[in-house]
């Protein structure tokens, strides 16, 4: 199931944020972000999800609410030039972008033993295994807020300090450049 505007006079980069909100999302929870989403974009997305749930419950009989957003997209459409006069008799070159919108949506996979989607059983037990390894970064040491000259030089092993202390091979004087022509 899925819907899509076209010519949108909207400019993609612009679209896509928006779109990107409610990728992978059920319906309703991508109701409530695009509901709350302060952009111009997000009204014309709100509807673009409207029309797409509206074909899910017409053409395949589902319900709206158990939808998920599987695919989001934004395309770039034709861009319309227009021209600005500047100063001195020149033009500026307006670029008016374009986009096409498209939004798949399928159903939401659930197993029987509970009703949350898949997809979010296996965001939720993938933090628990990552706990150990975050109880191990919070062990590391960190950085000190002192600038890198502030800072000490650590004391040098006896063996590196007498390496250090034998005078360096003088560099033979450089040639003077006589004038002969």
């Not at 021209?83 to 197993?111: F, M, N, S």
């Amino acid at each position: 199931m899925r819907a899509s505007a076209q010519y949108l006079r909207i400019a993609p980069r612009k679209a896509r944020l928006v779109v990107e909100h409610i990728r992978g999302r059920t319906v309703p929870e991508a109701r409530t972000v695009l509901a709350f989403t302060p952009r111009a974009a997000a009204r014309e997305v709100e509807k673009i999800l409207a029309s797409a749930v509206a074909n899910a419950e017409a053409n395949h009989g589902l319900l709206g609410d158990d939808l998920i957003v599987s695919a989001a997209y934004v395309d770039e459409g034709p861009v319309i030039k227009r021209w600005r006069a500047r100063a001195r008799g020149r033009v500026a070159r307006i670029k008016k972008r374009t986009c096409h919108v498209t939004i798949r949506l399928a159903p939401v996979e659930t197993d029987g033993a509970e009703s949350r989607p898949r997809r979010r059983q296996a965001a939720a037990a993938a933090p628990a295994a990552e706990a150990p390894a975050a109880e191990e970064t919070q062990e590391k040491p960190k950085r000190s807020s002192k600038p890198a000259a502030a800072k000490k030089p650590a004391s040098k092993p006896k063996a590196a300090a007498e390496k250090s202390e034998k005078p360096k091979p003088k560099r033979s004087p450089r040639k003077k450049k006589t004038e002969e022509s």
